[in-house]
């Protein structure tokens, strides 16, 4: 548990601009963001900001991490599918809050960090897949709530397959230079559809993504 000043601004920053769900705040204030982050990044760990993580991807700001979490309304029951592992911080945060974290990463040097980070943190509720996870991954699901931590050019189809109905996918929609962060719930008809908030992520990257030229 990082139990230093840093950790509580960072939460008093979050609460300040409207995170309310206090599981999602105790997740935060419990897990170690500093193990996350570049070794020359650890001053900065606690800012609210994203930093640069290898492969040329980002770790994502705590604040848009928070607000993702916080629109499943988790109960500690669900099985929830990540998409784009990266650093695993986010994994980290949502395996205290659901039963079971499916999260599936392209780039195998991120994965394995990834893996290695959460398992010295004894985190063991965590199945990682390598490969394009704009197709999911079915066999596991289907899924209480669908986190995309990369933008893309629609809500890809495969994923909101593998949503249970009532289930959640939290995913940044849009361009590749800026996206809207939006909520869709499914039920039996149709995608109920809300928007969060404006943002900007990296680019999900995938056969229901962006091609692959870069990323
Ligand atoms: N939540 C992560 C965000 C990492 S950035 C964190 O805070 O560390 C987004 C990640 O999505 C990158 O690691 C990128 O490689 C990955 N990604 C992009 N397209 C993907 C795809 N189709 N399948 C799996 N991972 C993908």
Known sequence: MPND??????????????IQDQRVLAAIAKIPRERFVLDEDAEEAYVD?????????????????????????????????EIGTGSGYQTAILSQ???????????????QTAQSTLSDLQITNVSYRLGDGTLGCAELGPYDGILVAAAAPKVPQSLV???????????????????????????????????????????????????????
């Open 97 to 111: 809050l659901c039963r079971h974290v499916v999260s599936i990463e392209r780039h195998e040097a991120l994965a």
């Open 5 to 18: 000043a840093s950790s509580d601004q960072l939460i008093q920053s979050l609460t300040r601009k409207g």
């Open 161 to 215: 397959n593998q949503l249970r109905n009532g289930g959640r996918i939290v995913i940044p929609v849009g361009e590749e230079s800026s996206q809207s962060l939006i909520l869709a719930t499914r039920t039996p008809q149709q995608l109920r559809v809300e928007k969060l908030c404006d943002c900007r992520f990296v680019k999900l990257i995938g056969a229901e993504g962006w091609p692959a030229s870069d990323g």
């Open 49 to 81: 900001t994203a930093l640069p993580i290898d492969c040329g991807q980002t770790i994502s700001q705590p604040y848009i991490v928070a607000l993702m979490t916080q629109a499943f309304e988790l109960t500690g029951d669900e099985t929830v599918l």
